[in-house]
């Protein structure tokens, strides 16, 4: 009798515990690898981040929820950009949109497309233009004034000067006071000043584009910005002290980013700029 009782018990102790260590359902495991993947973005490893992101968008499409899906594919699509990875990236972005427009979410596929058309221009192939022409149309339906914006900054630097300048103050109008909006609208029309041949607008616009890249965690184009204000410094003869400190910014964003060899020609170019500076 008492050895029946003690294998009840134990019996119930197993099952109690089995009912604890069940693994989680796909949808909470996809919100665990989602958040997982922000930890890791954060410690810049954005190739780890990725995968989790990739995993968490299978899981929530496994069990059909394509808007979960859509947000971690979106999100691994930037982690890839981050890591160097544009062509992977697209891939990346490319499902998201596809899964957001499953979902009816018009704002979120218009992000993706937004994605598809910065990894196209960072790989140089592929049609930029008519996935920023898409996302803009979205954005508008979807009332995501900033994604608008971003598409509008986009065309801006397919487009001639004057037409340039049109799409980036309709940008700024959109939403110009977003960060997310702020960095890339500054860094395009400084690259739009510098090829106009003004060199010292260039550079101050250059400038003003690193506070909000910084804050909206646009760290490829916060090197780009940082990198362009360096180069235009180093041409002044009175700017030596103020190139070597951005030199040196741009390598840690280059490490940062995993891109080891940048980050060593930025440190060469800062102890170049600051021997001309003494």
């Known amino acids: 009798m008492i050895a029946r009782r003690l294998a009840a018990v134990a019996a119930a102790a197993l099952a109690s515990c089995a009912a604890r260590e069940q693994r989680p359902g796909a949808e909470e495991l996809a919100l665990k690898q989602r958040s997982a993947g922000e930890t890791a973005r954060r410690f810049d490893d954005p190739r780890t981040a990725a995968a989790l992101y990739e995993r968490s968008s299978r899981n929530a499409a496994a069990v059909d929820r394509p808007r979960l899906a859509a947000d971690a594919a979106c999100r691994e699509g930037i982690a890839q950009l981050a890591a160097g990875a544009p062509e992977r990236a697209e891939e990346s972005f490319a499902r998201a949109e596809t899964l957001a427009r499953d979902a009816g979410d018009r704002s979120l596929a218009a992000r993706a497309?937004?994605?598809?058309?910065?990894?196209?221009?960072?790989?140089?192939?592929?049609?930029?233009?008519?996935?920023?022409?898409?996302a803009r149309a979205l954005a508008r339906d979807g009332g995501d004034r900033t994604a608008e914006a971003l598409a509008e900054v986009g065309?801006?630097?397919?487009?001639?000067?004057?037409?340039?300048?049109?799409?980036?103050?309709?940008?700024?109008?959109?939403?110009?006071?977003?960060?997310?909006?702020?960095?890339?609208?500054?860094?395009?029309?400084?690259?739009?000043?510098?090829r106009e041949g003004r060199p010292a607008d260039a550079r101050a616009g250059y400038r003003a584009a690193v506070a909000p890249l910084s804050v909206a965690d646009d760290r490829p184009g916060l090197l780009a910005a940082l990198q362009a204000a360096a180069r235009l410094a180093d041409a002044d003869p009175a700017g030596a002290g103020e190139a070597a400190e951005l030199h040196r910014r741009a390598a840690l964003v280059a490490d940062g980013l995993g891109r080891l060899e940048v980050a060593r020609t930025e440190r060469r170019a800062a102890e170049a700029s600051a021997a001309r500076a003494r």
Request: no cysteine; proline share 6%; hydrophobic share 40%.
């Open 113 to 134: 497309l937004l994605g598809v058309a910065r990894a196209r221009r960072m790989t140089g192939s592929g049609d930029v233009a008519g996935p920023l022409r898409e």
């Open 155 to 194: 065309l801006g630097a397919l487009s001639p000067p004057a037409e340039a300048r049109e799409r980036y103050a309709a940008a700024e109008r959109l939403a110009g006071d977003a960060s997310e909006v702020q960095g890339p609208l500054r860094l395009n029309r400084a690259r739009l000043d510098e």
